[in-house]
RNA sequence: GGUCCCAUCGUCUAGAGGCCUAGGACGUGGCCCUCUCAAGGCUAAAACACGGGUUCGACUCCCGUUGGGACCA
């Protein structure tokens, strides 16, 4: 019998989800996903001065939005203090950890000489064989040491890079506990994957050599070391590691930008993982077909355009009654509609419909349907120049004749009835389209003519036409 | 500075020695469709960092160089 996969999401609540820690999560739950196995979240707040209980929150919330919901956890560090101190009392007491005493300061002055001799900057041991006599002399305020052993190789066995071969004379004495007896990031981490059966660990590439002295750490409390996949970094056009300067990287501002969760799912994992020349994913297929064997090795640089792209296929594709709910907040929010106020979903699928394939976010989609909703046209003094003038005012005039004695209002005869105009005045379809389209959206682009005149209904259109040829009129 | 990682079009990538005249996608240009804008279709330009090996044969394997990145901080 196969052992349960369990890997784990552990973020620090420093700041918001960002697109790095997102990806991250994504891998993780895919995996988990894909191995029917487990997902643990964790949040690493063992900094007490730049973590807080609103980041966590934010992070909570962009999961969810990403639809990355996780099987275990929260945990919290901070409650688990007690456990940590307990397994460093233990490494203590069987000598493989030490008390030293040497200050910041005089470590870093150390640091600095071994570097200018172009030596390894690691610590050099002052401390790793006192004697109980001198121990005792300044004990109290030492940090505790990890004895790292000084012969022999350490092998991190991982998933993307294959084994990855460290000589243990390069690793470090790392500090387990700070001299005001808090755990390290090192301990803490090895002691939370080892309490909760961690078998799989998937993070950025950052935490590379960091993995040797974890393994050593799993090594020392009598366990095997995990597995490793070990993710690249996500960069930005500069090819520097992302950041706040190269635009949005929190997740939830893709949200307030009018993304899908889905198309940023999407983006994210084709960023470092490949299925062929396959680019569009549903869910499905990317619990199916995920596996590290197709992960690139290579950091990648976010590309917004692409991002935005898919965004405009997966609402090109999307049920419209899906994104009638989807869009509302956002047409609150640009004042189309108040916040109590009811729309016909049926009439708001309708007119999506018309709009799906030229919106590349909901924002857009929110935008265009302004003129389906408003109550007022806001025209565009260009259009407003260019087609509702004298020359259009007499084919107006007809068409909103003709309209009004249309026994049907229907897209096939409004087709019939454009075509029987135009004909008469022998000009092109453009000619009363234009004019057409401006008085009923105010510009120049939008759905074919006999859509948009359709989901505005009869009585609307009539009384644009109305107002458009009295502006012509009074000019 | 030491250690480790990485290297295919501008970007994301396919490629597990002959299938490569290096494929797809985004973006860019052109054409078609067309009532506008999109969408869609067709099409063009665009890459194996460099140098050595190994091999009958290297984008693919090995070594080095260069360049990027990470960690130690």
């Given at each position: 019998?196969?052992?349960?996969?369990?890997?784990?999401?552990?973020?620090?609540?420093t700041?918001?989800?960002?697109?790095?820690g997102?990806?991250?999560?994504?891998?993780?739950?895919?995996?988990a996903?894909?191995?029917?196995?487990?997902?643990?979240?964790?949040?690493e707040d063992?900094?007490?001065?730049?973590?807080?209980?609103?980041?966590?929150?934010?992070i909570?919330?962009?999961?969810?939005?990403?639809?990355?919901?996780?099987?275990?956890?929260?945990?919290?560090?901070t409650?688990?203090?007690?456990?940590y101190?307990?397994?460093?009392?233990?490494?203590?007491?069987?000598?493989?950890a030490?008390?030293?005493?040497?200050s910041?300061?005089?470590l870093?002055?150390r640091?600095?000489?071994?570097?200018?001799q172009?030596?390894?900057?690691k610590?050099?041991?002052?401390?790793?064989?006192?004697?109980?006599?001198?121990?005792a002399?300044?004990r109290?305020?030492?940090?505790v040491?990890?004895r790292?052993?000084q012969?022999?190789?350490t092998?991190?066995?991982?998933l993307?890079h294959g084994k990855v071969?460290f000589e243990?004379?390069?690793?470090?004495?790392?500090?387990?506990?700070?001299?005001?007896?808090?755990p390290?990031?090192?301990?803490?981490?090895?002691?939370?994957?080892?309490?909760m059966?961690?078998t799989?660990?998937?993070?950025?590439?950052?935490?590379?050599?960091?993995t040797?002295?974890?393994i050593q750490?799993?090594?020392?409390?009598?366990?095997?070391?995990?597995?490793?996949a070990h993710?690249?970094?996500?960069?930005?056009?500069?090819?520097?590691?992302?950041s706040?300067?190269?635009?949005a990287t929190?997740?939830?501002?893709?949200?307030e930008m009018?993304y899908?969760?889905?198309?940023?799912?999407n983006?994210?994992?084709?960023l470092?993982?490949?299925?062929g020349?396959q680019e569009?994913?549903?869910?499905?297929?990317?619990?199916k077909?995920?596996?590290?064997?197709?992960?690139?090795?290579?950091?990648?640089?976010?590309?917004?355009?692409?991002?935005?792209?898919?965004?405009s296929?997966?609402?090109?594709?999307?049920?419209?009654?899906?994104?009638?709910?989807?869009v509302r907040?956002?047409?609150?929010?640009e004042?189309?509609?108040?916040?109590?106020?009811?729309?016909?979903?049926?009439?708001?699928?309708?007119?999506?419909?018309?709009?799906?394939?030229r919106?590349?976010?909901l924002?857009?989609?929110a935008?265009?349907?302004?003129?389906?909703?408003?109550?007022d046209?806001v025209?565009?003094d260009k259009?407003?120049?260019?087609?509702?003038?004298?020359?259009s005012?007499d084919?107006?005039?007809?068409?909103?004749?003709g309209?009004?004695?249309?026994?049907?209002?229907?897209?096939?005869?409004?087709?019939?009835l454009f075509?029987?105009?135009?004909?008469?005045?022998?000009?092109?379809?453009?000619a009363l389209?234009q004019?057409?389209?401006?008085?009923?959206?105010?510009?120049?682009e939008?759905p074919?003519?006999?859509?948009?005149?359709?989901?505005?209904?009869?009585e609307?259109?009539?009384?644009?036409?109305?107002?458009?040829i009295?502006?012509?009129?009074?000019?």
């Amino acid at each position: 019998m196969t052992e349960e996969t369990r890997v784990r999401f552990a973020p620090s609540p420093t700041g918001y989800l960002h697109i790095g820690g997102a990806r991250t999560a994504l891998f993780n739950w895919l995996y988990a996903r894909n191995k029917k196995g487990t997902f643990v979240l964790r949040i690493e707040d063992t900094d007490k001065t730049r973590s807080t209980d609103e980041y966590i929150d934010a992070i909570l919330e962009g999961m969810k939005w990403l639809g990355l919901d996780w099987d275990e956890g929260p945990f919290r560090q901070t409650d688990r203090f007690d456990v940590y101190r307990s397994y460093a009392d233990k490494l203590l007491k069987e000598d493989r950890a030490y008390y030293c005493y040497c200050s910041a300061e005089e470590l870093e002055m150390r640091r600095k000489a071994a570097m200018v001799q172009g030596k390894s900057v690691k610590y050099d041991g002052r401390c790793r064989n006192l004697t109980e006599g001198q121990a005792a002399s300044s004990r109290g305020q030492g940090t505790v040491r990890f004895r790292m052993p000084q012969q022999g190789q350490t092998v991190v066995d991982d998933l993307i890079h294959g084994k990855v071969v460290f000589e243990n004379e390069q690793l470090d004495d790392l500090i387990i506990l700070r001299s005001d007896g808090t755990p390290t990031y090192n301990l803490t981490v090895v002691v939370d994957d080892v309490d909760m059966r961690i078998t799989h660990i998937i993070r950025g590439d950052d935490h590379l050599n960091n993995t040797p002295k974890q393994i050593q750490l799993y090594q020392a409390f009598g366990y095997a070391a995990p597995k490793f996949a070990h993710l690249p970094m996500i960069l930005g056009a500069d090819k520097a590691r992302l950041s706040k300067r190269h635009g949005a990287t929190s997740v939830m501002a893709y949200y307030e930008m009018g993304y899908l969760p889905e198309a940023l799912v999407n983006y994210l994992v084709r960023l470092g993982w490949s299925y062929g020349d396959q680019e569009v994913f549903t869910r499905d297929e990317l619990i199916k077909h995920f596996s590290f064997e197709h992960a690139g090795k290579a950091a990648a640089v976010f590309n917004p355009e692409k991002l935005l792209w898919l965004n405009s296929q997966y609402i090109m594709s999307s049920a419209p009654e899906k994104l009638a709910e989807l869009v509302r907040p956002f047409l609150v929010k640009e004042k189309i509609i108040r916040e109590d106020e009811a729309l016909d979903k049926a009439w708001l699928a309708k007119a999506i419909h018309t709009l799906q394939e030229r919106a590349r976010t909901l924002v857009e989609l929110a935008a265009s349907l302004r003129y389906y909703i408003a109550e007022d046209v806001v025209f565009n003094d260009k259009a407003k120049e260019k087609f509702l003038n004298e020359k259009s005012r007499d084919i107006l005039e007809e068409l909103k004749a003709g309209i009004s004695s249309l026994s049907e209002f229907s897209i096939p005869e409004l087709e019939k009835l454009f075509k029987s105009i135009v004909e008469k005045h022998g000009v092109k379809l453009g000619a009363l389209a234009q004019p057409a389209r401006v008085a009923m959206t105010g510009g120049t682009e939008s759905p074919g003519i006999y859509e948009v005149l359709e989901v505005l209904g009869k009585e609307k259109v009539l009384s644009r036409l109305e107002k458009a040829i009295k502006m012509i009129g009074g000019a």
